[in-house]
């Protein structure tokens, strides 16, 4: 095995485990500190699909930010649940029948794509050039992608007027 | 004979973890652990575009990634605000406790 395959499986059981920890842990908290190493390991595996930016991206702003966020607002919260942690009415074990279908169907069609070797870019440094680099990103983001970019400021701007104006006690 | 990893070992990843995080917001019942499962389902999304930007060679998958982490900031941000005042006003997170909108 190469080290690539081996670093995939690695990385591949620790982020299901992680996303287990998620769906499972009883403790509000605990589910987001599986979170955050969900997060980690699939910044691992971002690595080995040579995308560097976006994985400095997903720790700095997913298990940095939007983690904090969440561990910020369950903090506030004195959560005391005693219930259950999941309940499963009629409808509910439907939505999971559907769910296992759903990724029947998902894991049967991606088994059949045409494996394209020929683009598989792994441990060849010469072909890879700047591809996932932060300067080629950069030189596409703001020439051929500058709408989306300014789009996603001004939906930032109006994300941050909104949650004030939620979460305030008085307008 | 290659030694690389498959997309479709990185498609089927990412089908398990969508598929996850879609059990989690249907079965759990503290909002904000379903928030944090649809984040697991953005990631999943994530994962998908950054395999097939590989296997194309092409950097447009980075760009969607990047702008999905943009918008599940915003996301989170406006969500976690609405939890917020839904706990201020009623005292819980509990999602079958929260349904006067469901009738």
Known sequence: MSAEQVLFWVFAVATVVAAGGVILARNPIACAMSLVATFFFLAGIYVLLWAHTIAAVQVLVYAGAIMVLFLFVLMLMSLSDQGPVMTFSAWRIAGVVAVVTVLAALVLVFRRLPAQESLAWSGDAARLGDFGTIKHLGAVMYTQWLFPFEAVSLLLLVAIVGAVVVAKARV | ?103
Request: charged share 15%; proline share 1%; with cysteine.
């Open chain 2, 1 to 103: 004979m290659s030694h690389t990893v498959p997309t479709a070992n990185y498609l089927i990843l990412a089908a398990v973890l969508f598929c996850m995080g879609m059990l989690g917001v249907l079965l759990r019942r503290n909002a904000l652990v379903v928030f944090m499962c649809i984040e697991l389902m953005l990631n999943a999304a994530n994962l998908t575009f950054l395999a097939f930007a590989r296997e194309r060679g092409d950097s447009i998958g980075h760009l969607s990634a990047f702008f999905i982490i943009a918008v599940a900031a915003a996301e989170a941000a406006v969500g976690l605000a609405i939890v917020i005042a839904v706990f201020r006003s009623r005292g819980t997170v509990n999602i079958e406790e929260i349904q006067s909108m469901k009738h």
